[in-house]
């Protein structure tokens, strides 16, 4: 088995939180599932959801049935088993706020009345944004046309659209490419390197030897979308040095280390 490894990476990132409704909207601490296959769909040229959208706007127009599935990037890649490893000592990246004023009349609801006074008005917003993100990805080779795709482009430093880290305001950086071997790990009884779903109660190992400070960090985080509106479904992911006694499915092991893939 083999696949294809890359570091992600960026100077911010920011994967808003959708139910958030305070004057700040926040962050996902790590680059979710849905959003690293919304980046590798950008590299290869594939539809989001503002293709989807204007492909449905079209349909409605001319009175046709609407395209009730995914956006292009999910529908062909949600297949894909991905591992995603925080490059971090604990797997926690610094966070900052960062204010935006926007004063366009529809961002503004006294500004959009009063077309003659919008220059008066502006709307303040606050976004939590990540510090200098890095992650360590991996994507398993399934034999499939996306992959092969995926890995021509990474390899080749060749992309259709510009790759992001959830939103326009943060380029991401794509390097150290490669393709390594893999092996699945089927002994119960020890360590995960990366993210990995949570599928215990409680920890009963000990953490490494060699680590000074254990640490177990954890988040309900985006794992899919669902179908019918295309909300988030959420898994609990857990980085930590502890040993896990309970190894989960499709974890393989790279270079002394274990790589859980989701």
Request: charged share 25%; net charge negative; hydrophobic share 30%.
């Amino acid at each position: 088995m083999k696949a294809i490894s890359f570091k992600l990476s960026g100077k911010t990132a920011c994967f808003r939180k959708p139910d958030v409704n305070v004057y700040t909207y926040f962050t996902y601490n790590n680059i979710h599932k849905p959003a690293l296959l919304g980046l590798l769909g950008a590299v290869i040229g594939l539809g989001g959801y503002t293709r989807l959208h204007d492909e449905n706007e079209w349909l409605k127009k001319e009175k046709k049935p609407l395209n009730e599935g995914y956006p292009e990037f999910y529908e062909k890649l949600c297949h894909l088993k991905i591992s995603i490893t925080p490059l971090a000592p604990n797997g926690y990246f610094s966070k900052k706020i960062q204010g935006f004023n926007n004063s366009t009349g529809y961002a503004n609801a006294i500004g959009a009345k009063n077309e003659e006074r919008i220059s008066s008005y502006n709307l303040q917003t606050f976004e939590q944004w990540l510090e200098n993100p890095q992650w360590q990805i991996m994507i398993l080779d399934d034999g499939s046309d996306e992959f092969q795709k995926i890995s021509e482009y990474l390899l080749g430093g060749k992309s259709v659209f510009i790759p992001y880290l959830g939103k326009n305001d943060h380029p991401a950086k794509i390097d150290q490419k490669s393709v390594q071997p893999i092996t699945l790990l089927e002994a119960n009884g020890n360590f995960i390197d990366s993210l990995f779903i949570k599928n215990f109660e409680k920890l009963d190992g000990w953490a490494r030897e060699s680590d000074d400070n254990p640490y177990f960090f954890q988040e309900i985080s985006p794992y899919s979308l669902q179908k019918d509106y295309h909300f988030y479904e959420y898994e609990s992911l857990v980085f930590t040095n502890y040993e896990i006694t309970n190894i989960p499915e499709d974890t393989y092991h790279y270079d002394g280390k274990n790589y859980s893939f989701i």
